[in-house]
């Protein structure tokens, strides 16, 4: 089974906080390591590649930080999990020299569609309103 990494998983988080917050302003590193208990370090090498990849903005200086370069509800997690993992098919696994029967075959193409359906039809918005449909979530500051 096809497992994603913590750079994959901290990235959505982390992109989550951002959605949460005011669009207008950039919410500096340190608040995004302390939200998450990252160390800053880690949490660069992941925005680093979001910004690459265009999905947040960063500012130098006082008021610096990072946002979310476009509204919440057109990110997908599934293009937020594939900047960071790379092509998330399960089915990729099975494909070293192994022979494979077509049922297999059939199955693990069946699963990828249903996986890769679900994650492009949950957006960043989605994340953000059940997480604060959950009674008691609030940020740690």
Request: charged content about 25%.
């Amino acid at each position: 089974m096809y497992k994603f990494s913590t750079r994959g998983q901290y990235a959505l988080l982390i992109m989550e906080d951002l959605a949460r917050s005011d669009p207008e302003k950039y919410i500096p590193l340190k608040i995004l390591s302390h939200r998450r208990n990252l160390s800053v370090k880690y949490l660069e090498h992941i925005l680093i590649v979001l910004c690459k990849k265009g999905y947040v903005v960063g500012s130098r200086g006082n008021n610096g930080g990072y946002k979310l370069s476009r509204p919440a509800e057109n990110y997908t997690v599934g293009e937020i999990l594939q900047a960071m993992e790379g092509n998330i098919s399960p089915y990729l696994a099975l494909e070293n020299n192994a022979i494979i029967s077509e049922g297999s075959k059939i199955f693990w193409r069946n699963f990828e569609k249903i996986v890769n359906d679900y994650v492009q039809s949950v957006t960043l918005k989605d994340l953000v309103q059940e997480s604060t449909n959950f009674i008691g979530y609030e940020y740690c500051i």
